[in-house]
């Protein structure tokens, strides 16, 4: 169809121009939302790791209190609520569907933990 001397050929390349722009757009939204997600396990994973890490320091602490119930006690507590914290995080996103990566980061040991705070509040006073 002709009108005005544009061709008939002008609304199919405007169609198909529209279609690679959206597909484009599309296609960079996808991958914007592969990225969060990938953020998303990353967080999870560094989430679990922390608390995971947490629950160790706080069980050190108590096994260095064994003479004092009430210290003994409260560590165990702390100890108790990051394990909780770490599992619920884990369940959560196995729930969704996440992987773990093969290899597991190891954080620095801190079995000595106890004494570096002594020392530090020391310092302080």
Known sequence: ML???ISAALPIAEYVLDSRVQWH???ADMEGWQEE???????SHHAIQGFNKMETVWTALAHDHQEDPGKKAYALKKANMYQEMGQDVQDKF???G??????E???PNTSNLSAQIRR???MLA
Do not use: N, S
């Not at 997600?37 to 967080?43: L, S, T, Y």
């Not at 996440?98 to 290899?103: H, K, V, Y």
């Open 3 to 5: 009108c005005l001397g």
């Open 25 to 27: 757009r599309a296609h």
């Open 37 to 43: 997600v990938e953020i998303f396990a990353q967080e």
């Open 94 to 96: 196995a729930k969704v």
């Open 98 to 103: 996440g992987t773990w990566p093969e290899l």
């Open 105 to 107: 980061l190891v954080l």
């Open 120 to 122: 530090l509040i020391g």
